[in-house]
């Protein structure tokens, strides 16, 4: 009902006050009333009796005067003689002396002197004088009710009346009225046939008279209150009548009003009283219980804005119960508060090195964004720790977290200003302070060296090796997510391509959106005749001649153009559709093979097969029906560690290729986990040493030292050798000095179309240098250069 | 030829009624000629009454009014034909009145309001009235018809009068009872 407790408080307070005055006013009222009433109904009382009294006494004197005439000599004799005029000079004297309103004689025979005999009932008044000696009562002339004194005349027998009669009128009762302590109304009702008239002019009261009416049937002597217009209170005084047949009666009447009357100040100070006091109530209430909810309003107030995540604290001026609730309240929040920051913290914190974690990277990225102005960039830079399980192993877990958090602050000392935060356990990123990618290139480039310097941990110093990849977005083009994982793709990009760090290759990535939808349009394209197979010669380091190729995919797409071979052969990998890729291939190099032969070139053709499928039956099945129904001279190569994936199936694929008699490359030697013992397990021709090796032979040192014992290896093993990556033809000359079987690279021949192969394949000659004469590949070189030129 | 009427007056709750007159016309006519009745025609004023209260008088009696008192009285008749008024007199004997007309002469004492008293002139020789016993005996009315009524002042009928039923009379003794109301006698 009452939203405010304020208000709830003084309603009640107010209601309370009010109810009991109320009773108070009430109980007043009524001890007053009756009090009035009691004091009006003895005045009353009082008052009837005083009139039984006055009345008894004019009567006597009417009486006297009446008996006094009625006894006289002179008198006497005029009445008896019939002596008329003495008679009515007579009653006329007597009247005028006594003030009478009315004097006459009634004589024995009927005769009425001093008075007309058609103003009253002459038979009754007759009837009625007979009937009693000095009969007297109310009797109604000319329709007035008046009280009539009789006296017989005696002469010396009975010879009539002498009559006396006073009316009964208002004037009459007004001198009644004033002998009475209060304003009493009197006035005489008598009674004509079932109707009580008041003598009293003006119209009629008929509740009144209907009141006399009840009063006189039931006798009823006490005052009484009679309802009804304004309420009275009324006492009925019979009068004796004349003749007995009919009633009259003193009505003396006063109005309850008139009793309250003396009251009513009382009434009306108790009243007033109680309505000053009852505003006092009301205010004294709603102060107080403003200072009661004063506080709690405060507190629900600073509740909410607690809720809404304000810093709210409320003012405790009060030791009681409310200023302690207070006081609590403010510790509450306090708690609240720290306990917030807390959780915040930790939300925004790595637990172990006390970095911000990548929910803090992404929110310093949004925040960033919202504040460089149009043109700027937002830099990241995600540095990732090299061989980072392997450290981790080396030196423990607790070490390379360690390692972690002072690489984080070594950064921020190199640094100032950027956001260092753990991206996953062995990359961090930086939110660089700069705006502009290339100035972040260039920064990252100086710091290289300082950020590279090893670090302590543990009493040791530990090698840092990191790569970075480097992402940049301006405003509205990225979001924070995004630009994450394009650094980490950066960082992916730089470590394929063994760099140490470079910005996202928007180009080499593609568009990522677009990759799922590719693998349906290679499908496609298989169908279509997009795809096609390059081939990178593989040339004889004994005879110079160029013995075999190695088959690669190629897709040119109708729209994109150029897609790079990782990208789609990685995709088909994780999508599943390896096998038809390969089967493809497969196809396409056993027709190659057969447009070589047919142009007079026998050279045995590579084909890369994924680990994927080096355990499936099946494929293997359909490859060796493939090779054997075409009589193709094919070379499967695969990775040493699709081998380590599933041995047991591996090798057994392996073995069954071996006997259907299609010799098995291992591709990409070294660059995994070289396993001497599944060497000794995969029944392999070749072995193809990873061009990382290779590629920096011509500098010497141990790369050169591991190709030639590799070499050495795989010919006691039975396999022959084959270096990939030869670019130089320094290089191509060691490899020929260490007894390197064959050679793949730019040096000897980019990748090329089949047409282009024959037409290699027709020019090519090589001058290899004799086994005691130093290595002339000049000639090579420039010719490869030439015939690459694709 | 005559004989006695004898007529006994009672109230009606069988009270004897005295003083009451009883009238008797013989054929229905008054007496011709002097009326003579044996009682005294006096009516003394003794012990402030009139003595005797009820006296029955021929037409033309002078009534005497001795005052055995030693008070004064004043007394007076206002009756129709037989007004008189004897003014203040003390102890004598020798005042009269002349009682002219048949009829009531109702006397008073003007000093002395209770003293009542009643003549009644009549113009028949058979009149009298009743004693204590309420008895009267109307002697030697001459045999035949007659006409014969009760009077008594407080009679309740009219001119306090009341005819008789018997109509005739004859040798011996004729009787009758009648019962009369009276009234109270006003102002007493």
Known sequence: MFQRLQTKLTVLYAGLFALALSLVAVTVYVAIASNAQRAVREEMAASGTVFDRIWALRNQRLQDGAELLSRDFGFRAAVATHDRPTVESAVANLRQRLGLDLAFTVGVDGDVVGLDPARLDLEKLWSALDAEDGAQGVFAIDGKPYQLISAPILSPTLTGWIVFAAKLDEPEMRGLEKLSAIGLDAQVFDQRGDQWVSADSGPANKPLAAFVAKAMQDKLRAPAVLHGGADSLVLVKPIRTLDKTSGAALVLRYPLAQAMAPYRPLMAAVIVAGLIGAALVAAASWALSRGLTKPITALDIAASRLRDGEDVSVEVTTQDEIGRLAQSFNQMASEIREREAEMIRQALHDGETGLPNRRALERAIETRLNTIAPGEQVVIAAIGFDRFPQVRAAIGYELATELVAKLGQRIIEIAPGVLVSRLTTSILCVVSASTSLDRVLGLVEDALPGLEAPIEVGGELVDVHITQGLAATTRGELDAVRLIERALIALDQSRASHRKFMAFDAAAYGDTSANLSLMSEMLEAVRKGQLYLNHQPKLDLRTGAITGVEALARWNHPTRGFIRPDLFVGMAEETGHIRALTDYVLTQAIEDQARLRAAGHDVLMSVNVSGRLIDDYAFAEHAIAAVTAAGARLCFEITETAVIGNPDVALSVLDRLAEAGIPVSIDDYGSGLSSLAYLKQIRADELKIDKAFVMSLEAGGKDALLVKSTVDLAHSLGMKVTAEGVETREGLAVLQLMGCDLAQGYHIARPMGLDKLVDFLGEWSIELPSEDSPPLLGEVARRAGGGSAA | ?188
Not at chain 2, 43 to 52: D, E, K, L
Request: hydrophobic share 40%; net charge positive; charged share 20%.
């Open chain 2, 1 to 188: 030829m005559a004989g006695d009427f004898t007529v006994t007056v009672r109230s009606a709750d069988g009270k004897p009624v005295p003083d009451a007159v009883v009238m008797v016309y013989p054929n229905g006519q008054p007496t011709k000629g002097p009326i003579k009745f044996p009682w005294p025609y006096r009516v003394a004023q003794q012990n402030i009454q009139f003595t005797p209260f009820m006296l029955v008088v021929p037409v033309g009696a002078d009534v005497a009014f001795p005052n055995l008192d030693k008070v004064r009285h004043h007394v007076y008749s206002f009756s129709a034909g037989n007004k008189f008024e004897i003014k203040l007199y003390g102890h004598e004997e020798n005042r009269t009145a002349k009682m002219n007309t048949a009829g009531v002469a109702a006397i008073g004492c003007n000093i002395h309001d209770q003293m009542v008293g009643f003549i009644r002139v009549v113009d028949t020789q058979y009149a009298g009235k009743t004693d204590a016993n309420g008895v009267v005996t109307i002697q030697d009315v001459p045999t035949g018809a007659i006409k014969a009524s009760v009077w008594h002042p407080y009679m309740r009928a009219m001119k306090n009068e009341k005819t008789l039923s018997t109509t005739s009379v004859g040798a011996g003794a004729a009787r009758e009872q009648v019962a009369v109301e009276l009234r109270a006698p006003a102002g007493r």
